[in-house]
């Protein structure tokens, strides 16, 4: 990578409430962040999950800006509505919420825009906001664009195959997102 990065060389890949990203002519993303704790935060999360195979890696932060691995792909609900559930998907998705588990993550749900999912089907967590703060136990809107695309039930079978033994852990997650105290409409697409 040059020592000397300029803006306007880089491809702007989107922008959202903390700031924006680019893609390097190296092929690195740089996100820019509104405020240095953000990009400390994003940083310190992202050094945290180094030994986990679904999160970029770091490469330098410098103030507010962050440089990390360019992740490619297409969100979750895209990558299922192209290509439907293979087995190896679900298998990737039952791996990540375990391994935010073992990551002791606080806040297993993660928003659809930052799950990608690349051309051979491997999951990578783009945008991990308040892991250990917020408190959400189980994978709601992964379960949302599974029951919207009338896939649980394949996604269950491919669970009793893989990791039976974590059934029930899944069973609880849609009751819990079917409870009524916590229905909400969400779209997707």
Same mark, same amino acid.
């Given at each position: 990578m040059k020592y000397l990065l300029e803006i306007q060389d880089c491809k702007l890949l989107g922008s959202g409430a903390e700031g924006s990203v680019y893609l390097t002519p190296e092929g690195y993303a740089l996100k820019t962040f509104k405020n240095i704790k953000s990009a400390k935060n994003e940083e310190e999360i992202l050094r945290k999950?180094? /030994? &986990? $195979?679904?999160? $970029?890696? $770091?490469?330098?932060?410098?103030? %507010?800006? !962050?440089?990390? /691995?360019? *992740?490619?792909?297409? %969100?979750?609900?895209?990558?299922?509505?192209?290509?439907? !559930? $293979?087995? %190896? !998907? &679900? *298998?990737? @998705? @039952? /791996? !990540? @919420?375990e391994d935010l588990k073992r990551l002791k993550f606080k806040r297993i749900n993660i928003r659809n825009a930052h799950i990608f999912v690349d051309s051979k089907g491997k999951i990578m967590i783009i945008d991990p906001r308040k892991p250990y703060s917020k408190i959400t136990p189980y994978p709601k809107d992964i379960i949302k664009i599974l029951v919207k695309l009338h896939l649980f039930d394949k996604f269950l079978k491919d669970v009793l195959k893989y990791k039976p033994h974590l059934i029930s852990y899944w069973t609880s997650a849609y009751n819990y997102l079917a409870s009524p105290r916590k229905r909400r409409i969400y779209r997707y697409g």
């Open positions: 999950t180094l /030994d &986990s $195979p679904f999160f $970029p890696k $770091p490469i330098l932060r410098i103030s %507010n800006i !962050l440089i990390r /691995d360019y *992740v490619s792909g297409d %969100n979750l609900f895209e990558y299922i509505s192209k290509h439907g !559930l $293979p087995y %190896n !998907l &679900s *298998v990737e @998705i @039952i /791996d !990540l @919420i």
